[in-house]
C-alpha cells in the first residue's frame, strides 16, 4: 500500500453523472503491480468539510502508459469534487487496497457482469483474462442507454452483451434476463453493481452450479481496517469488506438461503 500524488492527465465526463479520470505518478516513478477488484482511495483536496477520502474502484492499468483509469460516479460532495479536478492537478490516492478477483488457470467460459459504475472493475479484469488467451464475455447492465459505460473499451477483450431497464439498448430487463443465460453455458461468473443485482446474479450462478465471485460496494470510510462500516456478515464471521474483500466467493456470503 502506497500514498502517493498522482497528475491528472485527463479527465472526461462519460454521461450525467460519471467521469473517466486517468492518473499517473506525479514523479513519474513506475506503477506497482495491480489486481482487477482492488481499489484506491482518493483526498478530497481543498474541502475542508469532507474529511474522509472517497474509495473508488481501478478501472484499469496501463502499464506502457504508466497510467491508472478511475470511473467516478458523481453521487455526493466528496465524488462531485473529484470529478471537478482538472488535468495536471494533483491527486493524493492511497492504494491499491483490498484484495482482488481470482484468476483461472485454466480457459474456460467466463461471463463478467457489471451494473452501472459496478463495470468498473470488470474492464481490467477482462483485460486480465485476455492476456491470459482467455475470452471473456461481458453483460452490461443499466438503467437506459446513457447508463452503458465503455462498451467499445470493452469490446476489445470479448463479446459484449447489454440490458437496459427500459430497453433503450441492448435486451430490455434485468441482467439476469439477457437470453445469454439461456443460450450459453458458464464455468465461472464475476460480478460487480448494485446489491439487488449482484444476489440476483449470485442466485443464478447458485441454482446453476456455477462458481461465482462479487465485488461487494459496502459503505466505506477508513479503507484500512479501523473503522468497522465496511463489515459483511460471512460464513467465516464478520469481516471488513476493505481488507478481507471487497470481492468474496459467493459461497463465503449468507445471501443464498
Ligand atoms: Fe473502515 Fe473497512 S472501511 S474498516
Redesign the pocket.
Known sequence: MKVIDFTVRSNEQLNYQNNLIKVAPADNEALPDMFPGQFVQILVDNSPNIFLRR?ISINFVDKEKNEMWLLIQQIGEGTRKICETQAGETMNIIFPLGNSFTIPQQNGKFLLVGGGVGTAPMLFLGKKLSEKGFSPDFLLGGRSERDILQQTDFEKYGTVYCTTEDGSFGEKGFVTHHSVLQNKKYDFIYTCGPKPMMVAVAKYAHENGIGCEVSLE??????????????EKTTRGNL????EGPVFNINELTWID
Open positions: 474509495p459496502n459503505l466505506m470510510a477508513c479503507g484500512f481496517g479501523a473503522c468497522l462500516c465496511c463489515i471488513c469488506s476493505c481488507t
